[in-house]
């Protein structure tokens, strides 16, 4: 978040954190959700879902997706979902959407997001990993 919020490129316009007080064994110092927000000057929102859900998601550009791997599958489907639905139904501009690696932890769910992202790169969107 440091780097993107110094980019004059970049905008960040929401922060996605399901704990209220995260937490890390390599970092034990890190901000609570909403001094996340106040630092950024964003909403914060505890799930994917609140954030699809909120005007803010329909204002987005882009998501970058770095949460631990076995939620990639869920949260990429979701996030997909959503931006083919604002494309195909809302006529809006896709999302692009950038997801760490691996994409998933199991064949047949990257299989799956695979066949999502394909049908969403041919109606504008993109989708990197």
């Known amino acids: 978040l440091p780097h993107l919020s110094r980019s004059k490129q970049c905008n960040v316009v929401a922060i996605i954190e399901r704990n209220v007080h995260p937490t890390s064994s390599l970092n034990p110092n890190l901000d609570a959700r ?7 000057s964003c909403p914060t929102y505890a799930s994917i879902d ?15 997706v770095c ?5 990639h599958f869920d949260i990429g489907a979701k996030i997909l979902t959503y931006g083919i639905r604002r494309v195909e139904q809302d006529g809006a501009k896709p999302l692009q959407v950038l997801m760490e690696k691996p994409m998933t ?5 990257a299989r799956k997001l695979d066949n999502l992202a394909k049908h969403y790169e041919s109606i504008g969107g993109t989708f990197l990993v």
Do not use: M, N
Not at 105 to 109: G, H, L, P, S
């Open 67 to 71: 949460t631990p791997h076995s939620t």
């Open 34 to 40: 909403s001094s996340l927000g106040e630092r950024y």
């Open 105 to 109: 932890t199991c064949v047949d769910e």
């Open 50 to 64: 609140d954030f699809l859900d909120s005007d803010v998601a329909d204002k987005t550009d882009g998501i970058i």
